[in-house]
C-alpha cells in the first residue's frame, strides 16, 4: 500500500514582515528599514524581519548604501494581498502511476476532495477529484481498461492485497482482457487469448489452460496456492501469477480499481494560479467557476498546493512595518490591503488606518533613525559600524548636517555617537554625501523630480512637493527650467492640483522655490508673505502653463516636513 503523508500545513509556517518606508525613498526611508529590520531580527532571533524599499535609490542613499557596503533592500512594489499570502492547502502531489484504490484511501485519509498530479520534477500534470471516481466506479467499461490503461502488474498487486507468486511485477499490461474463467474447459478454451488476464479458482486444469493459452497474468481467488512445476512452467512461458484472499466475483469488481489515475485525471484546460497573483484578480475567476480547488504553481512551474474559495475568508494580507512616514498617499501601493504591524516615525499624523490596534512609535526629532538608535539602546542590542554608518548618514541628511529647523540636540548627539562606532568624520563625511547627492549627471527631469517627492492633502487641495538639495547654486540655476516644465506635466499625471519643487542649497540654508498650478503663487505669497514672480520666458510651457507658473525664493527654508508643508497646508485651506 501506498503510505499517506500528511502534508505540513501553511498556517504553521511563519511568514515574513516588510519592513519598509515611504514611495520616492530618501536616505531616511531606506536606512530606517535596513537598521529597523536588523533590530527585530535579533530581538527576535529570526529572520523573519525584511527591511524593504518602495523606490529606487536615490543619488545620495545609493553613495551611502556603497560606503557602508550595505545591500540594498528588497524592491516592494506593491502590498496587495497575493495567493502567495494566503493559507492554502499544501496538498501532497501524486504521481502518474498511483492506482485509483490508493488514491481514494489518501483523498479520504486526508479529507480532500481533490487531488494533483505532479512528475517526477515536480511540474502539475494533472488532477483527479472525488468526483472522477465516482464517476469512474458508475461507468460501464469493457474488459480491456487494464490494457488501455497501461496498469502495472504490481498495481494489481497492491490492489487486491495479494501476492507476487510468479513473474515480473514490474511490467505493465499492454494487450489483453481481463476474463473469469468459465467451469467448462472447453467453454474456457474458446474464450481466453494470448496476453489476458485469467481470474479462476483453485482448478489446476484450468491454470494450465490458462498457461498454455499464454496468458500474461493468472489471478488466484481464495488464496489458492500452486505446486513448484507450475511455478516453474509460469516462469518460463513468462506469466505472472498473483494469489489474492479475495473471492471470484470481489477480485473480478476491485481490479479495475488498480488503473493508475493517469487513465482518468484532467489534464486539459485546468485553470490554475500563480503564487504572485492578485487575490482581487482571481476571485471573480474562482467565483465563475464551480471547481472546489485550483492548483497553486510557483514562478519556475512547480506545484505548490491548492485554493479553494474558503482559503479567501479571513485573509489579512502581508504583514508590514511602516517606517518614516504614516500616510497613505506616501505608502507603497496596496497599502489598504496590508496588514500594518507597527509604524515608526517622525512626521505629523496622516490617515494610515489599521485592522487592529498596532505599536506606533512618534517622536518630534529629525530623523526616523533616532528614533531607532534609541530603540536598540532601550533593547540593549549592540549597534555594529556598519548599522551605525547608516543611521548616522540618514540624520545627516535629515537635519542637513544639523543645520535644519527640525534638528533637535538629540539628533546632533546620537549622530556624533553613531559616528564614532562607525569611525568617521562625520563633517567630512557629510560633504561627500551631499556631494554625491547633488551629482545630477545623466538624470532625467523626471528622476530628479521623483528622487525625494512627496504627496500631501489640505482640505480640497491636493499637492506635491519635491526637494532637490545640493551645495553648487549654479547646478540648481540650472535645473530650474527644466524642473518647471516637468512640475507642470506631473501635476496632470499625479491628478494633483498644484506641485511645488524646492531647490534647496544647503551652505546658503534657503530655497528656490517652484510653484505650479492655479491659485499656486497666490498660495505662497499668502504661506509666506512673499511675492512670487511669474516665470517667464520658459521653453516648452503653453500660454496657460506660463501663466500658472511661480518662483520665490524663501531665505531660511530649508525643511519640506518643518517649514514648508505646514504652511502650504494652513494656508490651502483658506483658498
Known amino acids: 500500500m501506498v ?44 529572520d523573519r524581519y525584511v527591511a524593504c524599499r518602495a523606490g529606487e535609490p536615490n543619488a545620495e542613499t545609493s553613495f551611502v548604501l556603497n560606503y557602508f557596503k550595505a ?23 501524486q504521481q502518474r502511476n498511483l492506482s485509483l484504490k490508493d488514491t481514494w484511501n489518501i ?26 471516481i465516482a464517476k469512474s466506479c458508475m461507468n460501464v467499461y469493457d ?15 497492491e490492489t487486491l492485497e495479494g501476492t507476487l507468486v510468479a513473474g515480473d511485477g514490474t511490467r505493465y499490461c499492454e494487450e489483453g482482457k481481463v476474463i473469469i474463467a468459465p467451469a467448462s474447459l472447453e467453454l474456457m478454451g474458446d474464450y481466453i487469448e494470448k496476453h489476458d488476464i485469467v481470474i479462476l479458482g483453485n482448478r489446476a486444469e484450468s491454470l494450465l489452460m490458462a498457461l498454455d493459452k499464454e496468458a500474461d497474468c493468472i489471478i488466484l481467488c481464495e488464496g489458492s496456492q500452486i505446486s513448484g512445476t507450475i511455478k516453474r512452467l509460469a516462469e518460463e512461458k513468462g506469466t505472472i501469477i498473483i494469489s489474492t484472499t479475495y473471492d471470484t466475483y470481489t477480485t473480478a469488481r476491485l481490479i479495475n480499481q488498480a488503473v493508475p ?46 485554493l479553494s474559495r474558503r482559503n479567501l475568508l479571513g485573509n489579512h494580507g502581508k504583514q508590514v512595518i511602516l517606517v518614516d512616514h504614516n500616510e497613505p498617499g506616501q505608502a507603497v501601493e496596496g497599502i489598504g490591503d496590508a496588514n500594518i504591524l507597527e509604524i515608526i516615525d517622525h512626521h505629523r499624523l496622516g490617515t494610515v488606518q489599521t485592522l487592529a490596534p498596532v505599536y506606533f512609535r512618534n517622536q518630534p526629532v529629525g530623523c526616523t533613525s533616532t528614533i531607532i538608535y534609541q530603540m536598540y539602546q532601550e533593547n540593549g542590542i549592540d549597534i555594529d559600524p556598519q548599522t551605525a554608518g547608516l543611521l548616522m ?13 527640525t534638528c533637535t540636540p538629540l539628533d546632533e548627539k546620537v549622530a556624533r555617537s553613531l559616528a564614532g562606532i562607525a569611525g568617521v568624520n562625520i563633517e567630512k563625511y557629510a560633504m561627500e554625501m551631499f556631494s554625491a547627492g547633488s551629482n545630477l549627471k545623466g538624470k532625467t527631469e523626471k528622476d530628479i523630480f521623483y528622487q525625494d517627492f512627496k504627496r500631501f492633502k489640505a482640505g480640497k487641495v491636493e499637492f506635491g512637493v519635491s526637494q532637490v538639495t545640493s551645495l553648487n547654486q549654479q547646478l540648481l540655476e540650472e535645473m530650474k527650467p527644466k524642473l518647471l516644465r516637468y512640475a507642470n506635466e506631473a501635476v496632470g499625471k499625479e491628478k494633483l492640483n498644484m506641485s511645488f519643487v524646492m531647490l534647496t542649497n544647503i551652505l546658503d540654508q534657503d530655497t528656490m522655490l517652484l510653484a505650479v498650478g492655479i491659485d499656486s503663487g497666490k498660495l505662497v505669497n499668502l504661506a509666506f508673505s512673499v511675492q512670487s514672480d511669474r516665470a517667464e520666458g520658459i521653453e516648452g510651457l503653453d500660454e496657460e502653463q506660463a501663466r500658472n507658473s511661480f518662483t520665490a525664493l524663501l531665505k531660511g527654508v530649508v525643511s519640506r516636513k518643518k517649514q514648508l508643508v505646514p504652511q502650504l497646508t494652513l494656508y490651502a485651506e483658506q483658498l
Open 143 to 157: 474488459m480491456h481498461i487494464i490494457s488501455n490503461a497501461h496498469t502495472q502488474f504490481n498495481g494489481i498487486v
Open 393 to 405: 548618514s540618514a540624520i545627516i541628511s535629515d537635519t542637513l548636517l544639523f543645520r535644519s529647523p
Open 107 to 132: 483523498m479520504n485519509y486526508e479529507n480532500i476532495n481533490t487531488l494533483p498530479v505532479i512528475t517526477e520534477r515536480g511540474a502539475l500534470e494533472g488532477i483527479i477529484t472525488v468526483g472522477d
Open 261 to 306: 489515475i493517469s487513465y482518468l485525471m484532467k489534464t486539459g484546460n485546468l485553470i490554475t494560479f500563480q503564487e504572485d497573483d492578485f487575490v482581487d484578480d482571481i476571485s471573480s475567476v474562482m467565483a465563475s467557476k464551480r471547481h472546489r480547488d485550483f492548483p497553486v504553481i510557483s514562478k519556475d512551474g512547480h506545484y505548490l498546493g491548492l
Open 71 to 93: 545591500e540594498k533592500p528588497r524592491l516592494l512594489r506593491t502590498v496587495r494581498t497575493q495567493v502567495c499570502d494566503l493559507e492554502y492547502n499544501e496538498v501532497q502531489g
Open 3 to 46: 503510505e499517506v503523508k500528511v502534508s505540513e500545513k501553511k498556517d504553521g509556517v511563519k511568514r515574513p514582515i516588510l519592513v519598509t518606508g515611504h514611495r520616492n525613498p530618501d536616505t531616511d526611508s531606506i536606512c530606517a528599514a535596513i537598521s529597523y529590520a536588523g533590530l527585530k531580527n535579533k530581538i527576535t532571533d529570526s
